[in-house]
Every structure is written in structure tokens, then in C-alpha cells.
């Protein structure tokens, strides 16, 4: 039985850490659902916690039944929130929530994939532009791709000032909000550095890593100043005036944005539908760039049903591993090594500029308890 209970969930527990093989758990009774029937509860043996098969499963706490997979398909087709919500006759908070407990399985998945590449494929790093709560917020969605392979190895988000061309009425708006609730200068800098730690965490054999980029001065300044990839990446730039052909050497991330334009909803330009929260946006970003790197066929036109990890060069039985358990196994956040990035969207830890308020951290995101459940049979 010790098979499917891999460890104890509590994360102050040795056994959390390094269960004993067998026996490090007991019978703890049972306890009635009505989404699930009966349910058998275990205790541990070292710290006394009592638990079930459903701790560990990424249902837990969950009382409708609504397919993960068609969620991500449906985020990943263009389907708007509420459109989904009318469709499995639930609330868009019911979505909204699968699709936050998706984005942490692709964090996960991504995480676990990470030691297993061997690949010395260029990548790119550029911005998405899109924007959240209102076109007074816009945002630079931060990808870094492979060159080859379109594979998504890490998102990062950072705000920046509304440019372009604004009207006085548009001036005076965004200058009463900046007065109220603050700016936004230097999360470009903050975010492309995060996209540097990421390089720097990608297993590499030997040799220097060749990062193309368009000419943003700030992406400059952060790699000078970043010691750290000194003599591991040689940068090359590009305009990003150039034409966006396949001979662009920006052509892989030109490439993903047109994926996440055409295929996500809150992405679409002229939309009628976007993002209201930032970490929503991150969540959706994340469950969309798993979509894309696990399920999407690598060409679709030439047949070629390898997936984007696949092509990455990333461990195929590893990847077929962690599929089997994207629906179906939680992760644990003290079992995953994550980068920057991951962590600040694991803990909804962006800001949303020019909002107010405090939302509360979903149950799901540490794991933590909530009130027990009445226990039926000792
Ligand atoms: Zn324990």
C-alpha cells in the first residue's frame, strides 16, 4: 500500500523529507464525501498527522468534478474563463482555481524536466506585450526559448509605464493613479535578471550558450552587470524592426508569441477579454507554456507528433514519466527546485499596479490543512 503514499504530507515530519520505505504510516479511519464516497485516512507514525490517498492527489480538497485535461485544452483553444464555466455549469472561480493548481504542475513538471536536457541549442529571450486590469498596466511577458526546439524554458513578467501615444484626459489618469498607488520603473531590469538566473540554472555540458535578444538597452545593462554568466552566454542582437521571418534569429520567441496571441484568450489583440490580476495572467502563462511544451505536436503541417520537450533534447522517458502524472499528482513545494520566476508565481507574489486589496493565498498553494474532517471509525 506504501506504493501510492510516497511520504508523509507534513512538511515539519523527517518522514516529509525521507520516508522509511514501509510501515511509516498506520490506519487512521475513515471519512465520508459525497464527491468521492468513503475514504480511508492513514496516520503518521513520527509526527502523528493523519492524511489520505487524496492528500497527494491534484484534486484534493476538491468537490466538482471537472477534466484538468479539458481545462488546459480549452486554455489553450481560445476558451475565455466564463465561457468554460458555462460549459461544465460551474463558476469562473471554479476555473480560475483548476487553472491555478494547472500552473503549479507545470512549474513542477518543468522543474523536475530541468536536470534531465542535454542540449546546446541557442535560445532567445524577449517580451510579450500585453496588459492587465486596464491598458493603464501594461506588462512585458518575459519567455526564454530554444532555438530549435520552441521549448519554453522560463516566464517572467515585469509592468512597465503606459507609452505611446496618450491623450491629456489619458496623461492625467495615469499620473493620478502613479500618486496614489505607486510606479512602476525598474521591473524590466528585475525581470530580465531573473531570466538570467534561469540560463544560469540550465544544465549546460560544456561551451559558451549563444542568447539572442533585440537591442533593449536594459537587457544590456543587466548582463553587465550580471558577473555570474560572464563567459557562459555571448549575446546577440537583433532589431526588432527586422522582418519577422523564420530567418530572423528572433523567429523563435516571434513564433511563441504568435502561439500564445492566437491560442489564449486573455492574449488576443482588440480582446474583450483580459487579464484583471497579474498572478491570474502568470498562472494561465505557465499552465498555457506546459501546454505547449508537453501536449503540442512539434509541426503540425509536417506531421512531426514529437512534443517541443522532445525536441528540447530532454529525457523522454522522464518526460512521459511526468505526463502520466501532470492530472493526476500534486506537487509539493518543498519538493520542487524552482527558479525565481516559478517561486513568485507558485506564491502569487506579483503586485497588480493601481489595485487595492489583499487576496487570500489559495489552500492548495502551501498545502495547508484546513479544518479536519469529523473521523468515523478509530
Ligand atoms: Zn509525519
Redesign the pocket.
Known amino acids: 500500500m506504501s506504493h501510492s503514499l510516497p511520504f508523509?504530507p507534513?512538511r515539519d515530519?523527517?518522514?516529509?523529507h525521507a520516508p522509511p520505505g514501509d510501515g511509516w504510516f498506520r490506519p487512521y479511519g475513515v471519512y465520508r464525501t459525497k464527491a468521492y464516497g468513503t475514504v480511508k485516512r492513514y496516520a503518521?507514525r513520527?509526527?502523528?498527522?493523519s492524511f489520505s490517498r487524496r492528500t497527494f492527489r491534484l484534486s484534493y480538497y476538491l468537490h466538482l468534478h471537472v477534466s484538468f485535461r479539458d481545462i488546459l485544452y480549452g486554455l489553450a483553444s481560445c476558451s475565455g474563463l466564463r465561457a468554460m464555466a458555462r460549459r461544465y455549469g460551474v463558476t469562473d472561480k471554479v476555473i480560475s482555481n483548476r487553472i491555478g493548481r494547472l500552473a503549479r504542475q507545470a512549474i513542477g513538471t518543468t522543474a523536475g524536466l530541468r536536470p534531465t536536457q542535454r542540449s546546446t541549442e541557442a535560445l532567445a529571450a524577449d517580451g510579450f506585450e500585453s496588459f492587465v486590469l486596464s491598458q493603464y498596466c501594461p506588462v512585458d511577458i518575459h519567455h526564454l526559448i530554444g532555438a530549435d526546439s520552441q521549448y519554453v524554458h522560463a516566464c517572467d513578467l515585469a509592468h512597465f509605464r503606459r507609452k505611446g501615444r496618450t491623450t491629456d484626459y489619458q496623461k492625467r489618469k495615469r499620473e493620478r493613479l502613479e500618486k496614489t498607488f505607486g510606479g512602476v520603473s525598474g521591473e524590466i531590469f528585475a525581470s530580465f535578471e531573473r531570466i538570467c538566473r534561469a540560463i544560469d540554472d540550465l544544465p549546460r555540458p560544456s561551451g559558451t550558450i549563444d542568447l539572442h535578444t533585440d537591442e533593449k538597452r536594459e537587457y544590456r545593462a543587466v548582463l553587465a552587470a550580471n558577473g555570474f554568466l560572464d563567459g557562459k552566454v555571448r549575446r546577440h542582437t537583433t532589431s526588432s524592426r527586422k522582418a519577422r521571418t523564420s530567418w530572423n534569429p528572433l523567429w523563435p520567441v516571434n513564433y511563441y508569441d504568435r502561439e500564445l496571441r492566437k491560442d489564449q484568450a486573455s492574449m488576443v489583440r482588440e480582446t474583450t477579454r483580459w487579464s484583471q490580476e497579474t498572478n491570474n495572467c502568470m498562472e494561465r502563462t505557465y499552465a498555457y507554456a506546459a501546454h505547449h511544451n508537453l501536449y503540442k505536436p512539434f509541426r503540425i503541417r509536417q506531421r512531426d507528433d514529437r512534443t517541443h520537450a522532445e525536441m528540447a533534447g530532454f529525457d523522454v522517458r522522464k518526460i512521459e514519466f511526468l505526463k502520466r502524472r501532470f492530472f493526476r499528482e500534486r506537487y509539493f513545494y518543498t519538493k520542487v527546485s524552482f527558479n525565481a520566476s516559478e517561486w513568485l508565481v507558485w506564491l502569487r507574489a506579483y503586485h497588480t499596479p493601481f489595485s487595492a486589496g489583499w487576496r487570500e493565498l489559495p489552500k492548495y498553494v502551501t498545502g495547508e490543512e484546513r479544518r479536519r474532517p469529523s473521523r468515523l471509525a478509530a
Open positions: 508523509c507534513n515530519c523527517a518522514f516529509h503518521c513520527l509526527c502523528g498527522k
